[in-house]
């Protein structure tokens, strides 16, 4: 849950107020941020099962 992690809810809070003083809307750049740690999670949990895959492989 977010709020277990003081951290990430300051800088949540930082990045809405720095995109309003911006003149930009929050809320348009947060489905950009989802998409990207969504790519990101995605990317490295495929890096990781080829990882624990790779013993399978032939030697050689």
């Given at each position: 849950?977010?709020?277990?992690?003081?951290?990430?809810v300051?800088?949540?809070?930082?990045?809405?107020?720095?995109?309003?003083?911006?003149?930009?809307?929050?809320?348009?750049?947060?489905?950009?941020?989802?998409?990207?740690?969504?790519?990101?999670?995605?990317?490295?949990?495929?890096?990781?099962?080829?990882?624990?895959?790779?013993?399978?492989?032939?030697?050689?």
């Amino acid at each position: 849950m977010i709020t277990e992690n003081p951290n990430k809810v300051c800088l949540i809070l930082w990045k809405a107020i720095a995109l309003k003083k911006l003149g930009l809307d929050p809320a348009q750049s947060s489905s950009i941020m989802l998409t990207i740690i969504t790519d990101i999670a995605g990317f490295m949990s495929f890096l990781g099962i080829v990882l624990l895959l790779s013993d399978m492989l032939p030697k050689g």
